[in-house]
Structures are given as structure tokens and as C-alpha cells.
């Protein structure tokens, strides 16, 4: 409401003769107990008018009504001013802006940003976790894209390591040749099998060790197997070409194994990197920190940078032997990306557990006068738990992503057959809506809650055709194309000479918000603020069906006409909307 905040400006300007700048004009959406569609806080103004917070709003109040047509009338609430907006000013809205196709679209803003996500290990299936980060780095890139950016998807995997050699070196002492084809499994779930193996044999070496009277210390430094491991690496980094065989063997199974899971959770990437074509960048970075001195050199040769005065500690970023550590390859890596896509802003998807690594990160990046470190953003999220407790991956307790796909989809198919409204559905249609419900169901609700927040998932409170819930938006999203589809519904007339109730004007004003919502989502890289939007329009559709006569046996055409295109503006709105969080809504259900 842009012609509010030119006319509170003019208001004031000759009311109290005082210019003052848009900023000082806060607009809210007035509160659902007091009349009126639009809040001016008064509070910002008092200085100019030299009056009291209610004899300012009372003022303005006057001068708005008179001079704006569409300003049908105002109250005062202490410092706040409520102003009630004519129905016709949202009837112009609605039949202008809303019906049209292009409504909740924005135009490219020629601005470049990369969201990097997933980021798996490849010695275990993705899980529980994995989700949670993969459906939100989907859906941040997503919104992103809606309002305007080119973005960039990358992957970086991390393919190397003592974790990776763990898997080696336990599928060529246990294995006997297994392959996924050999066993019917999934290339990550092979992989992640000897993982577990690997940790379980080797906790029993630690066991027979300090029966033996080592320490747990010394027992889990010597055991056999650890230092195998440590061999195994070593030679990996040593071109070893059996081991790097191995490596490019059971990788390929891994990979394989995530590109399923990657479609059945409906994400994608335009770009993988890769940790064993990057661990050894960041050198350079070294190198010309040492010679800025924004990185010093202790005794025994190692690499520092004192970061207390900016509130952190010493970060060690080359070891006395001169190999890398996480920060030195994390530092050629962002530099790496930088050349390739040079983006305006970065976003890395990352859990809570590394917020420190991020904010030494990007210090160090900035002190090194790097102009684009100021871009660089760490979306960070909490843990996701189930009723039963936290998961604990070495142990093979981990809640599998594709088990978890697989119970979502189950789940779905159980409490839709219960409803019985698909009896007459073919088989493919039938599995094509249980894919869309459990899958919705788990994205929705994951989603749903604020990143940064800590979350208890329960599948079966997710899978609930009532309450905040994707398949209560997806039935929404199926009733109105239903209720569309009876009447013949041809497209979107517009009609302007037609009453409206007072519901059907809260659902103007909630639609008229969708791009808003869309920017707010964006800006704050968080679906959930879209999500719970969502609902709202859903929560409000279902009241305007239920408290208007049958829609398709209106008699009065302009009437008839209005609420048709009311429900396909909710229809476009909630399709669009939960296409950005990656969610698929059924035409029926």
C-alpha cells in the first residue's frame, strides 16, 4: 500500500508543515480485533506534530479520509491509527493485479547467488539429517529463483578421508567381492554396512587391547585396524593405484545410491565439487595471508591467525609439516567457486554444530581482502530428532532417508484408502497420489519450522489431512480445482460492481499478500514463513467454502463469477507456493 505512505507524507507535510522521509511511515496490517486493513504507528511522527500520539493519529486519520477515496475510515488505538480501506480499492486489486497470470512472479534482478547443500559423506546413506538439509537448501535456491536471482546449486561431497577408508578397508576384509547387484542393495547402503562393521570390529580390537592393560587412549590409537585404516589413507594420497581403485569403486556405488534417493526427494544440482580435487587448495591463501600478515608462523612452524580481538580465538590454518587442515581447503574452495560463478552472495547449508567454523571462516576471508566474503552467509539449522531419540549413525541406528521415503509413502497410502476417495483411481494414479502425500507431508513438515530451530519430527502427526500440514494444503489445493472443475470454470473475468462478504475480503487481502510473502521467504532464506502462509490461505479458503452458499448454484452470475475467481487465484497462490518448498499439490484426491 505504497499510495498510504505518499499520502501520510503529503498529510504531514501540511498538517504540521514538516517533510519527512518514507522510512519514518511503518505501515502494519492491523490487528484482527480492531477494524481496518492497514496500521500507520503513529509513535515516529509526535515529534513533528508536537502533539500527543491520539491527537496526531486523529489528525492524520481526518486528513486521510478526506483527501484519499479509497480511505473509508479510520480509528485510533493509543498511538496506532487504523485505517479501513473501501471495498472497491481491493476489488480494482484483485481484478488488476491478483487475476493476472504473471501475479506472483518477479523479473530477473540480475543478481547471481550459489546455495551449496547436501554435502554427504561417501561411506553412508543420507539420513534423517540429510533431509532436513537437502529440503532446505532445495527450497531456499527455489525461492531464491522465484524472485528473481540466478542461482547456482552445488554439491560438495565429501569423497575422501579416514572415515571413506574405513569402509575400504572393511568390505576387503569381510566383503568376499559383495556388490550392490551381488546383494540386492543400494551402493550407499552396502558402503554404509561396512562402515558399521568397521566400528564394531574395531571397538572390539579397543576391548581385547586394554584387556590386555593399554588404555582406552593408547587401545584406540594401536588397534590394528585404525592403523590400517591410517595406512590405507595414506596410500589413497599416495596415488596407490589399487587403493584408488577401491576408491573409485565403491564411490561409484555410493553415488549411484545418492542420485536415487536425490530424485525420490525431488533435488537437484548444477554443480558437484568434489573434497579429493579440493582438500589441497587453500595453500596459496597461506601463503599470501603470511605475506599481508593477517596470518603469523609459531616456532615449530605451523600457521595461525589470532582472531581475539574480533571476540574469537587462535586458528591453526597449516600444520608444522605443512598439510592442510578443514579451514585451509574450505578457504581455496569458497575461492574456487568464487572464479567459477562469481556470485553475488553464498549460501552454505550447514547444520548448528559448525556455526563457529562459518564465523572463522568468512573473518579469515575478509581479512584477506577478499571483496565477496561480505556475501558469504552460513544458513544454519538445528537437529532433527524422532520420538524414539536422537540418531546415532555409527552405531546403525540412523534413520535411513529411503526408509524413511518408503514409510512416508506407506503411511499415505494407509490413511488415504481409509478415507476411500480413490476408489476410482487407476493403480498408477493411486501410487502417483501417495508419492505426492508422503512426500509432501515429510517436506512440509520439516520445513514448516524456522531453520535455526531444533525439531521433533513424528511421521504420523505429519501425515494428517487436518491442522498445519502439507496434506491439508494439498486437499485444499484438490477441493478447489474440484469445485472449479464442476462449475466450468473458464477463466479468471474480472468483475468490479459486485458486494462481497466480509470473509471473501480477508481472502483478497490474505492473496494479495503472496508476493510479499514470497520476498520475506527469500530475504530471510526461511520456507517456513512461506509455508505458514500457505496454511493460512488454505485455513481461509475452507472457511470462505463453508460459509458461502454452493459456489456452483449461485444464481447471481457477477457473484458467481467473483468467488470462481476468488477460488482460482487460492488455487494458483497454494500451487505455486508449495511448488518453491519443492511440494507437488494432486488436481484431486
Same mark, same amino acid.
Given at each position: ?85 473501501? !471495498? ?74 579416514? !572415515? ?24 550407499? !547402503? ?166 563457529? !567454523? ?232
Amino acid at each position: 500500500m505504497d499510495f498510504i505512505i505518499t499520502e501520510a507524507i503529503k498529510g504531514i507535510q501540511q498538517l504540521y508543515n514538516e517533510v519527512v522521509p518514507e522510512s519514518l511511515i511503518n505501515i502494519q496490517d492491523t490487528r484482527k480485533e480492531f477494524e481496518g486493513q492497514a496500521t500507520i504507528v503513529v509513535f515516529p511522527i509526535v515529534k513533528y506534530s508536537k502533539k500527543s500520539p491520539e491527537q496526531t493519529a486523529n489528525d492524520l486519520g481526518n486528513y486521510l479520509v478526506e483527501h484519499v477515496d479509497v480511505i473509508s475510515g479510520f480509528n485510533v488505538v493509543k498511538g496506532f491509527l487504523n485505517l479501513s480501506i473501501a !471495498h472497491e480499492y481491493w476489488l480494482n486489486l484483485f481484478n488488476t493485479e491478483l487475476l493476472n497470470p504473471a501475479f506472483g512472479t518477479f523479473s530477473p534482478n540480475g543478481q547471481k547467488v550459489m546455495v551449496e547443500y547436501s554435502s554427504p559423506n561417501t561411506n553412508k546413506p543420507l539420513h534423517l539429517g540429510h533431509v532436513r538439509n537437502n529440503l532446505l537448501g532445495y527450497s531456499v535456491a527455489e525461492l531464491l529463483k522465484a524472485v528473481g536471482y540466478e542461482v547456482f546449486k552445488v554439491n560438495l561431497v565429501n569423497d575422501r578421508g579416514i !572415515h571413506i577408508c574405513k569402509s575400504m578397508l572393511a568390505w576387503q576384509k569381510w566383503g568376499e567381492g559383495e556388490t550392490p547387484e551381488s546383494s540386492c542393495l543400494k551402493g550407499d !547402503h552396502l558402503v554404509g554396512k561396512y562402515y558399521v562393521i568397521f566400528d564394531k570390529e574395531y571397538k572390539k580390537e579397543i576391548e581385547s587391547l586394554k584387556a590386555e592393560g593399554q588404555t582406552e587412549e593408547e587401545a584406540k590409537k594401536n588397534a590394528p585396524l585404525i592403523r590400517a585404516a591410517q595406512k590405507m589413507l595414506q596410500d589413497w594420497e599416495a596415488g596407490d593405484a589399487d587403493v584408488i581403485q577401491l576408491w573409485k569403486t565403491m564411490n561409484g556405488w555410493v553415488y549411484d545410491g545418492f542420485e536415487v534417493t536425490y530424485k525420490n526427494l525431488g533435488v537437484d544440482f548444477d554443480q558437484y565439487y568434489y573434497e579429493s580435487n579440493t582438500y589441497l587448495l587453500g595453500k596459496g591463501a597461506v601463503e599470501e595471508g603470511l605475506a599481508k600478515g593477517v596470518f603469523f608462523k609459531k616456532e615449530d612452524g605451523s600457521v595461525w591467525i589470532d582472531l581475539t580481538e574480533d571476540g574469537l580465538d587462535q586458528k591453526l590454518v597449516l600444520r608444522a609439516d605443512g598439510t592442510s587442515v578443514y579451514i585451509t581447503q574450505d578457504i581455496g574452495t569458497a575461492e574456487m567457486k568464487q572464479e567459477d560463478f562469481n556470485m553475488d552472495k553464498s549460501i552454505y547449508v550447514v547444520g548448528n554444530e559448525q556455526d563457529y !567454523h562459518f564465523k572463522v571462516l568468512f573473518l579469515i576471508l575478509e581479512k584477506l581482502g577478499k571483496s565477496w566474503a561480505k556475501g558469504l552467509y552460513h544458513l544454519s539449522y538445528g537437529m532433527v530428532d524422532l520420538p524414539s531419540g536422537k540418531m546415532k549413525s555409527r552405531e546403525g541406528t540412523v534413520v535411513d532417508a529411503d526408509d524413511l521415503i518408503a514409510e512416508m509413502v506407506a503411511t499415505a497410502r494407509q490413511k488415504t484408502e481409509v478415507l476411500g476417495k480413490v476408489n476410482d483411481f487407476s493403480e498408477e494414479e493411486k501410487e502417483g497420489l501417495y508419492q505426492q502425500i508422503g512426500l509432501g507431508a515429510l517436506k512440509y513438515f520439516l520445513l514448516k519450522v524456522e531453520p535455526k530451530k531444533r525439531l521433533l519430527f513424528d511421521p504420523s502427526e505429519s501425515i494428517d489431512f487436518q491442522g498445519n500440514t502439507g496434506p491439508f494444503i494439498q486437499y485444499t489445493h484438490a477441493r478447489v480445482k474440484s469445485l472449479l472443475a464442476k462449475a466450468d470454470y473458464t477463466g479468471g473475468q474480472p468483475v468490479s460492481a459486485v458486494a462481497i462478504t466480509a470473509t471473501e475480503l480477508d481472502m483478497i487481502i490474505l492473496l494479495a499478500k503472496y508476493p510479499s510473502e514470497l520476498l520475506a521467504a527469500a530475504a530471510a532464506y526461511s520456507p517456513a514463513t512461506l509455508a505458514n502462509y500457505l496454511y493460512e490461505v488454505a485455513k481461509m479458503f475452507n472457511k470462505f467454502y463453508h460459509e458461502v452458499p454452493p459456489i456452483v448454484k449461485e444464481e447471481d452470475q457477477s457473484a458467481k463469477q467473483n468467488r470462481l475467481n476468488l477460488c482460482a487465484v487460492t488455487a494458483q497462490v497454494l500451487k505455486s507456493g508449495m511448488k518453491h518448498l519443492g511440494i507437488e499439490v494432486p488436481e484431486r484426491m
